[in-house]
């Protein structure tokens, strides 16, 4: 099955800093790669995914660029704000059926 | 705009009692899946419906058994409850029934196992 990495577990950052978690995965099959944000004991949240025929993709200060070559991908956040402090899983799915397979997270801290 | 609905939010059982989790999904989604997710750790993958019949299985205990009813709601069994078993337990859906599309989570029930 699909086996997702995450690096690194833990990050801080000066805030206005950029702060970027990259995932590496290990099935080629896989497609589809959403990014989540989850804030202590909520729901975890969609925050950006790409799809497997496109490079990049930026919304507003979250940015993420996969390489299917390389089979990684990353999430790059810029002018970071306290309000991201979170943990980000990162998560890939093969079109081979329908479950996501996620990262172990990244817990951000962003120091005001 | 809807969201997935789960309940109850928190339940507390004793070790090798039953519990039975529900999810609600967001009108017109068409698969759920079933996530466990113990402290500190990544969301991990129990089951999954679409249209009603199942469609993926990951990492679910023979102790717990799910289904998916007509009006596309589904509940998670959980029997002989051990202590491990105590996490978040999150339902998400999506409008399709591949991985190919975003999974909107529930708030999760928070299940505790004494």
């Known amino acids: 099955g699909e086996n997702v990495e995450q690096h690194p577990s833990t990050l801080s950052v000066q805030e206005g800093d950029s702060a970027v978690i990259k995932c590496t995965y290990s099935d080629s099959a896989s497609n589809y790669f959403p990014w989540y944000k989850q804030e202590l004991g909520k729901r975890p949240q969609l925050i950006i995914d790409?799809?497997?025929?496109?490079g990049e993709k930026k919304d507003q200060r979250i940015a993420v660029t996969l390489n299917k070559t390389a089979k990684h991908f990353s999430l790059h956040i810029t002018e970071t704000q306290p309000e991201d402090s979170a943990v980000y899983f990162c998560a890939a799915s093969p079109n081979t059926g329908n479950q996501f397979y996620f990262g172990t997270g990244t817990s951000l801290t962003v120091i005001p | 705009a809807a969201g997935v609905i789960q309940s109850p939010r928190h339940l507390i059982k004793e070790k090798r009692e039953t519990a039975t989790l529900k999810c609600y999904p967001i009108?017109?989604?068409?698969?759920v899946y079933w996530y466990q997710q113990g402290p500190g750790q990544d969301p991990q993958f129990l089951i999954s419906?679409?249209?009603?019949?199942?469609?993926d299985k990951g990492s679910i205990p023979d102790r717990f058994s799910a289904q998916q009813f007509s009006d596309y709601h589904s509940e998670l069994n959980m029997s002989s409850l051990e202590l491990g078993d105590s996490a978040l337990y999150f339902c998400?859906?999506?409008?399709?029934?591949?991985?190919?599309?975003?999974?909107?989570f529930g708030p999760g029930t928070r299940l505790t196992v004494l």
């Open positions: 998400a859906s999506s409008l399709g029934g591949t991985g190919y599309n975003e999974q909107f």
């Open positions: 009108p017109r989604h068409d698969t």
């Open positions: 790409i799809r497997s025929n496109v």
């Open positions: 419906f679409y249209e009603k019949m199942q469609s």
